[in-house]
């Protein structure tokens, strides 16, 4: 009998990012958010992970699936904030709150882009930042965060 427990794996869209395939897609590509999550689903399920995906435009909604996913046993989490990198001390607190593993990622490579976008209010506290990677970088968060909570690797 397979004893092995699926290891749960929230992964967190920020504001904005329902507009994949539709936004600026020079930058964010033609993916839509709904093929993005579907296709990291599979990858999770290859590797034994249920990934369990919401997308919010709301900080609170965002701040409270955080502290849900204590109370959810959710181990690890991914997160694009979206804008909110830059601005949410109430996304960092969450963090800080919940003491859960997760990986920053974003789609752009955001240092070579407005120099407000060179600051994350999450990236110290982070276990691991993906940034610029395109989509792709959501399949290397996942790998990633697999790898931390196996403790397999880990900065921390
Ligand atoms: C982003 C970068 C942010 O600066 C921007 O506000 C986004 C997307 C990215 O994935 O590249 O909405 O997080």
């Given at each position: 009998?397979?004893?092995?427990?699926?290891?749960?794996?929230?992964?967190?869209?920020?504001?904005?990012l329902?507009l994949?395939g539709m936004?600026?897609?020079?930058i964010y590509?033609?993916?839509t958010?709904k093929m993005l999550?579907?296709?990291?689903v599979e990858?999770?399920k290859?590797?034994?992970i249920d990934?369990?995906?919401?997308q919010?435009?709301?900080e609170y909604?965002?701040?409270?699936?955080?502290h849900a996913?204590?109370q959810?046993?959710?181990?690890?989490?991914?997160?694009?904030?979206g804008?909110?990198?830059?601005?949410?001390?109430?996304?960092?607190?969450?963090?800080?709150?919940?003491?859960i593993?997760?990986?920053?990622?974003?789609?752009s490579?955001?240092f070579?882009?407005?120099?407000?976008?060179?600051t994350?209010y999450?990236?110290?506290?982070a276990n691991g930042?993906?940034?610029g990677c395109?989509?792709?970088?959501y399949?290397?968060?996942?790998?990633?965060i697999?790898?931390?909570i196996?403790?397999k690797?880990?900065?921390?």
């Amino acid at each position: 009998m397979n004893q092995e427990k699926h290891k749960k794996i929230l992964l967190i869209n920020g504001v904005n990012l329902n507009l994949l395939g539709m936004r600026e897609p020079e930058i964010y590509g033609s993916t839509t958010l709904k093929m993005l999550e579907s296709h990291l689903v599979e990858c999770g399920k290859a590797c034994d992970i249920d990934l369990i995906t919401m997308q919010s435009n709301r900080e609170y909604e965002i701040v409270e699936a955080i502290h849900a996913a204590k109370q959810n046993n959710i181990e690890g989490i991914i997160i694009n904030p979206g804008a909110f990198t830059h601005t949410s001390i109430a996304i960092r607190d969450a963090f800080l709150g919940v003491e859960i593993p997760f990986v920053e990622i974003h789609i752009s490579n955001v240092f070579s882009r407005e120099s407000f976008r060179h600051t994350s209010y999450l990236s110290d506290i982070a276990n691991g930042v993906i940034v610029g990677c395109g989509l792709y970088g959501y399949e290397l968060a996942l790998l990633n965060i697999t790898n931390i909570i196996s403790n397999k690797y880990s900065n921390k």
